[in-house]
């Protein structure tokens, strides 16, 4: 069975530091693209931060420079690693795998598997 | 970044009825869209994908149209557990972006 299975979240102040674990079963996480996707209390879903297969990385500008996307191969496992943590980054954080579907004229992205989710607040 | 703009924000219906969301694209997408559910406290769940393909295990009174910059979401025969929250999500470009979520509430 394909699952993911977040960890890490926790209250922590402003200027602080955390990171996120996202454990996979059932997949090769350094076979896949993988993504950080989070939700503010209350409010709709904010894509964070990206890797592909290959190693490139890519981050929302909210977050660039603050937070990190790694994986350890060895342990089939996704890292967010956040620092500089602000009030506004309070929120869930989903790990997501992405799948590809191709058809004669295009190739499509989707997420088809999400972790059940962490919560990170900041405060003082 | 593509703005993705779901209507209604909220809705109210009753098991049985059909319902439509619309996720219209700030440009055109072709037809990179795709749907999720959530339900209260739970993770997202894809429903379809590139627009209008149902994900395997998603009922089939779930579809999707569209493409370009105007897509729809529809429910025919509204069951209990599909009062939730939908989201439109683009994948034709970074930042990947969601749109604001569409609130479907029992009548």
């Known amino acids: 069975e394909v699952q993911l299975v977040e960890s890490g979240g926790g209250l922590v102040q402003p200027g602080g530091s955390l990171t996120l674990s996202c454990a996979a079963s059932?997949?090769?996480?350094?076979?896949?693209?993988m993504t950080w996707v989070r939700q503010p209390p209350g409010q709709g879903l904010e894509w964070v931060s990206l890797i592909y297969s290959g190693g490139s990385t890519y981050s929302a500008d909210s977050v660039k420079g603050r937070f990190t996307i790694s994986r350890d191969n060895s342990k089939n496992t996704l890292f967010l690693q956040m620092n500089s943590l602000r009030i506004e980054d309070t929120a869930v954080y989903y790990c997501a795998r992405r799948r590809e579907y191709c058809s004669p004229t295009s190739c499509q992205t989707y997420f088809d598997t999400w972790g059940q989710g962490t919560l990170v607040t900041v405060s003082s | 970044d593509i703005q993705m703009t779901q209507s209604p924000s909220s809705l109210s219906a009753s098991v049985g009825d059909r319902v439509t969301i619309t996720c219209r694209a700030g440009q055109t997408i072709r037809n990179y869209l795709n749907w999720y559910q959530q339900r209260p406290g739970k993770a997202p769940k894809l429903l379809i994908y590139a627009a209008s393909n149902l994900q395997s295990g998603v009922p089939s009174r779930f579809s999707g149209s569209g493409s370009g910059t105007d897509f729809t979401l529809t429910i025919t025969t509204l069951q209990p557990e599909d009062f939730a929250t939908y989201y439109c999500q683009q994948s034709f470009s970074l930042p990947i972006t969601f749109g604001q979520g569409t609130r479907l509430e029992i009548k």
């Open positions: 059932g997949f090769t996480v350094s076979n896949s693209y």
